[in-house]
């Protein structure tokens, strides 16, 4: 029973995670309707930078966590303004196709540059576990909980009070609209870019710190894709709600695999077979809008 | 009219057959007869090293072909092909293996299996479209490679599985210099069918469904029988294609078919042009190509001051990889119509040669 209440707040947590990843994923895709394969490698990029500078310049987390986000956010800037603005008006496989060709590309250049093997984070916090309610819970997950829930806040405050959140709210709503209003359109697909960026980045360095920083990584960005059909490719809150039930499934998966079924491997492939599920009963997720199509 | 040598200026037909010839001109038709001829002559000259590659470019062009009746004649992005090739692998060993099925029978029966494979996983395409679709077969991808691990009976597990030599009237065709023959036969075949499908009334449906799903349902065309049929015929080339490929390694490992497998086989299709016959085998030929010329790179610039710097030796794998997605973008952004736009643009040019204005 403890095992199961342990998979449950692992799931929770690791949960959360992917809701912040899955958040900015569909921050992306309803700014600009692209969909981006290449979330993971934000991930990926994040973590390594985080790790570079930690370890070959010897700075300490709280300055070059700050410096890795920055370069985060001219990244994501860069990759929209050279790579995506020049394929907007294209259809939609080849957009798909490119992210796809910078998820490949970026995947490989960072195994060429720092190695296929898992490198352990410096240790950041002094003790390695905490008391909670009876449970040890490593310090590493406390903290990676805390953090998704501040980015998840602070998404919140940022697309209902924030001057740019409600430009790019409007962007999301209706292009022409918006910028009839004076809203630089091109600006916004870029923010919405390096936001996306910068918050996958948190979330990179978070599961660095906890897991050790390795290509595995971007196996986030695949993992994705369950929780944000599930709550509908264009809402927040479900990406949200889909990142925290697809983390509690796959553990709960694990669970019965490890006390009945012994099938193995059941954590990795469960989300999938939920995701066939959901296209197939209902395509449009929890809280995504239904396209309606007219001639 | 008596058949015309080669294309008149203008573009007049006064009937639809005219229009939808396998073979525009005679000259054409005799280029094309020519160059498998020259094919049958190539395993006299080539050495084992090119033999190699040109039956790599034969088993990966067919199953490219089919990834592109699906993505490029009909619009339905897949991200699961190297899955689909996969799966026609073991089947034909299994069938094989298991039956004692004769390989040149359990090639096509190959097919067919991937062809109810794919059918399944292509229900939901019947319902959904663009990215929601791309999804689902990527979750196909995953779930299959899973499959693949696990099933002992059918694939071998993580040993893998013996795949036995093309025989035919008991002549085994195990060397390179005979299995090009097979994989040649086999390739001719499969790109005259795909041609001819798209010549028929199922062929133009489904470039109807990719250009204008609405219209093409107000015009009578069944949408969910097209996408799945869509799905299916690409299938069946991704087991005749990986079938082929069992037979020539005659092992078979569960680990080869991932992702970045089935985004190869997109890029084959986007470089070659999406929508092409020919360009699915240009594609192919491209992406066999690219690690052997970047091999021939590494190989020239070792001992200078780039080998050194950045250790080429060592990075070939990983540079490979982001070649591929590299060429991948850049024929996006450039030039999206792939190798057979640019090939149409030199007919073109050589046709109106003096004068190309």
Same mark, same amino acid.
């Given at each position: 029973?403890?095992?199961?209440?342990?998979?449950?707040?692992?799931?929770?947590?690791?949960? @959360?995670?992917?809701?912040?990843?899955?958040?900015?994923?569909?921050?992306?895709?309803?700014?600009?309707?692209?969909?981006?394969?290449?979330?993971?490698?934000? /991930?990926?990029?994040?973590?390594?930078?985080?790790?570079?500078? /930690?370890?070959?310049?010897?700075?300490?987390?709280?300055?070059?966590?700050?410096?890795?986000?920055?370069?985060?956010?001219?990244?994501?800037?860069? /990759?929209?303004?050279?790579?995506?603005?020049?394929?907007?008006?294209?259809?939609?496989?080849?957009?798909?196709?490119?992210?796809?060709?910078?998820?490949?590309?970026?995947?490989?250049?960072?195994?060429?540059?720092?190695?296929?093997?898992?490198?352990?984070?410096?240790?950041?916090?002094?003790?390695?576990?905490?008391?909670? /309610?009876?449970?040890?819970?490593?310090?590493?997950?406390?903290?990676?909980?805390?953090?998704?829930?501040?980015?998840?806040?602070?998404?919140?405050?940022?697309?209902?009070?924030?001057?740019?959140?409600?430009?790019?709210?409007?962007?999301?709503?209706?292009?022409?609209? @918006?910028?009839?209003?004076?809203?630089?359109?091109?600006?916004?697909?870029?923010?919405?870019? @390096?936001?996306?960026?910068?918050?996958?980045?948190?979330?990179?360095?978070?599961?660095?710190?906890?897991?050790?920083?390795?290509?595995?990584?971007?196996?986030?960005?695949?993992?994705?894709?369950?929780?944000?059909?599930?709550?509908?490719?264009?809402?927040?809150?479900? @990406?949200?709600?889909?990142?925290?039930?697809?983390?509690?499934?796959?553990?709960?998966?694990?669970?019965?695999?490890?006390?009945?079924?012994?099938?193995?491997?059941?954590?990795?492939?469960?989300?999938?077979?939920?995701?066939?599920?959901?296209?197939?009963?209902?395509?449009?997720?929890?809280?995504?809008?239904?396209?309606?199509?007219?001639? | 009219?008596?058949?015309?040598?080669?294309?008149?200026?203008?573009?007049?037909?006064?009937?639809?057959?005219?229009?939808?010839?396998?073979?525009?001109?005679?000259?054409? #038709?005799?280029?094309?007869?020519?160059?498998?001829?020259?094919?049958?002559?190539?395993?006299?000259?080539?050495? #084992?090293?090119?033999?190699?590659?040109?039956?790599?470019?034969?088993?990966?062009?067919?199953?490219?072909?089919?990834?592109?009746?699906?993505?490029?004649?009909?619009?339905?992005?897949?991200?699961?092909?190297?899955?689909?090739?996969?799966?026609?692998?073991? &089947?034909?060993?299994?069938?094989?293996?298991?039956?004692?099925?004769?390989?040149?029978?359990?090639?096509?029966?190959?097919?067919?299996?991937?062809?109810?494979?794919?059918?399944?996983?292509?229900?939901?395409?019947?319902?959904?479209?663009?990215?929601?679709?791309?999804?689902?077969?990527?979750?196909?991808?995953?779930?299959?490679?899973?499959?693949?691990?696990?099933?002992?009976?059918?694939?071998?597990?993580?040993?893998?599985?013996?795949?036995?030599?093309?025989?035919?009237?008991?002549?085994?065709?195990?060397?390179?210099?005979?299995?090009?023959?097979?994989?040649?036969?086999?390739?001719?075949?499969?790109?005259?069918?795909?041609?001819?499908?798209? #010549?028929?009334?199922?062929?133009?449906?489904?470039?109807?469904?990719?250009?204008?799903?609405?219209?093409?349902?107000?015009?009578?065309?069944?949408?969910?029988?097209? #996408?799945?049929?869509?799905?299916?015929? &690409? &299938?069946?080339?991704?087991?005749?294609?990986?079938?082929?490929?069992?037979?020539?390694?005659?092992?078979?490992?569960?680990?080869?078919?991932?992702?970045?497998?089935?985004?190869?086989?997109?890029?084959?299709?986007?470089?070659?042009?999406?929508? &092409?016959?020919?360009?699915?085998?240009?594609?192919?030929?491209?992406?066999?190509?690219?690690?052997?010329?970047?091999?021939?790179?590494?190989?020239?610039?070792?001992?200078?001051?780039?080998?050194?710097?950045?250790?080429?030796?060592?990075?070939?794998?990983?540079?490979?990889?982001?070649?591929?997605?590299?060429?991948?973008?850049?024929?996006?952004?450039?030039?999206?119509?792939?190798?057979?736009?640019?090939?149409?643009?030199?007919?073109?040019?050589?046709?109106?040669?003096?004068?190309?204005?």
């Amino acid at each position: 029973m403890t095992l199961l209440f342990q998979l449950l707040v692992n799931g929770l947590i690791v949960g @959360a995670l992917y809701g912040v990843v899955a958040m900015s994923f569909v921050l992306i895709y309803k700014a600009s309707r692209i969909v981006n394969f290449a979330q993971g490698e934000f /991930l990926l990029i994040g973590a390594w930078t985080c790790w570079w500078l /930690l370890t070959s310049w010897q700075l300490p987390f709280w300055i070059g966590f700050p410096i890795t986000l920055a370069f985060m956010m001219v990244f994501g800037i860069v /990759l929209q303004v050279v790579v995506l603005r020049p394929m907007i008006g294209e259809p939609i496989i080849s957009v798909i196709m490119v992210t796809i060709g910078l998820s490949i590309f970026f995947q490989a250049m960072m195994k060429w540059m720092f190695g296929v093997f898992a490198k352990p984070f410096p240790t950041i916090f002094a003790s390695p576990t905490v008391n909670i /309610l009876g449970l040890d819970v490593q310090t590493v997950y406390v903290m990676s909980l805390v953090i998704s829930l501040l980015i998840m806040a602070g998404f919140g405050w940022f697309f209902k009070y924030s001057r740019m959140g409600l430009a790019m709210r409007a962007t999301a709503f209706d292009q022409q609209v @918006a910028q009839s209003l004076g809203i630089s359109v091109r600006h916004m697909f870029a923010m919405s870019w @390096a936001i996306s960026a910068m918050v996958s980045a948190v979330a990179g360095v978070t599961v660095g710190v906890v897991n050790g920083v390795s290509s595995a990584l971007s196996f986030f960005g695949i993992k994705v894709f369950p929780a944000v059909i599930l709550g509908g490719l264009d809402s927040v809150a479900g @990406a949200v709600l889909g990142g925290l039930i697809v983390g509690v499934l796959e553990n709960l998966a694990h669970y019965l695999d490890s006390q009945w079924l012994n099938w193995g491997n059941m954590y990795e492939i469960a989300p999938f077979y939920v995701l066939i599920v959901i296209l197939m009963i209902k395509p449009y997720g929890l809280f995504g809008t239904k396209d309606i199509e007219r001639v | 009219m008596a058949n015309i040598s080669l294309i008149p200026c203008g573009d007049f037909k006064t009937r639809y057959a005219a229009d939808t010839t396998i073979f525009p001109t005679t000259t054409s #038709r005799n280029f094309a007869i020519l160059g498998v001829l020259l094919l049958l002559l190539c395993p006299a000259f080539m050495d #084992r090293y090119w033999l190699n590659l040109c039956i790599q470019i034969g088993y990966l062009g067919i199953a490219a072909l089919g990834l592109n009746i699906l993505v490029g004649f009909t619009g339905q992005i897949s991200i699961g092909h190297a899955a689909f090739f996969g799966f026609g692998a073991f &089947s034909s060993a299994w069938l094989s293996n298991s039956f004692g099925i004769p390989v040149a029978l359990a090639i096509p029966l190959a097919g067919v299996m991937t062809t109810a494979v794919g059918m399944l996983f292509g229900i939901p395409a019947a319902r959904l479209k663009g990215l929601y679709l791309a999804i689902a077969t990527l979750a196909a991808q995953y779930i299959l490679q899973d499959f693949f691990a696990r099933a002992d009976w059918f694939t071998g597990g993580t040993a893998g599985t013996i795949a036995e030599p093309f025989t035919l009237f008991g002549f085994a065709f195990d060397t390179d210099e005979s299995y090009f023959y097979v994989v040649l036969v086999y390739m001719v075949v499969m790109f005259i069918l795909a041609t001819n499908l798209m #010549r028929s009334r199922d062929g133009r449906a489904l470039v109807a469904v990719r250009d204008h799903y609405l219209s093409a349902e107000i015009m009578g065309i069944n949408l969910t029988k097209y #996408r799945t049929m869509s799905f299916g015929i &690409s &299938s069946f080339y991704a087991g005749i294609g990986g079938a082929l490929y069992a037979h020539y390694l005659q092992f078979v490992s569960v680990e080869g078919f991932t992702i970045l497998f089935s985004i190869q086989f997109l890029g084959m299709i986007i470089i070659g042009g999406l929508g &092409s016959i020919m360009g699915s085998l240009m594609g192919t030929a491209f992406m066999v190509l690219l690690p052997e010329v970047m091999q021939a790179i590494t190989t020239a610039l070792s001992g200078t001051a780039i080998d050194a710097a950045l250790n080429l030796k060592d990075a070939i794998a990983f540079l490979r990889e982001m070649a591929i997605g590299l060429v991948i973008i850049l024929f996006l952004v450039f030039e999206p119509d792939g190798l057979a736009h640019r090939w149409k643009q030199i007919k073109a040019y050589w046709k109106l040669y003096p004068f190309s204005h």
